[in-house]
Nanobody, 126 residues
Framework: QVRLVESGGGSVQAGGSLRLSCVAS????????MGWFRQVPGKEREGVAA???????SYADSWKGRFTISLDNAMKTLYLEMSSLKPEDSAMYYC????????????????????RGQGTQVTVSS
């Protein structure tokens, strides 16, 4: 079993920044990818960013250049640095683990991976 615990969400004004963290515990290994997806009430889940088993990152176009995903393997912690935030970035953000993908499309699969955290809310006001 794998447990994921997110933190770092909050309320921020447009143009501001946040850093989300996700601490993984349990049976994690380097053969699986990690990433972030989000969900707005009443809408489908959207993949945001992912980092694959070779450390390659991928992003949805909406967040490319503004968000940065990184992984501290030693601490088993995944990060999402969010900058130049916009009101449309407001959502519940979830950490995900367990994918086995590579390349530029990895982010799109994050919502389907077998493990996810409880989510952390990001609210951006104009």
């Amino acid at each position: 079993q794998v447990r994921l615990v997110e933190s770092g969400g909050g309320s921020v004004q447009a143009g501001g920044s946040l850093r989300l963290s996700c601490v993984a515990s349990g049976s994690t290994n380097s053969r699986n990818s990690m990433g972030w997806f989000r969900q707005v009430p009443g809408k489908e889940r959207e993949g945001v960013a992912a980092i694959d088993t070779r450390g390659r990152t991928s992003y949805a176009d909406s967040w490319k250049g503004r968000f940065t995903i990184s992984l501290d393997n030693a601490m088993k912690t995944l990060y999402l640095e969010m900058s130049s935030l916009k009101p449309e970035d407001s959502a519940m953000y979830y950490c995900a683990y367990g994918g086995n993908c590579a390349g530029g499309g990895c982010y799109a699969l994050t919502a389907s991976w077998p493990y996810r955290g409880q989510g952390t809310q990001v609210t951006v006001s104009s």
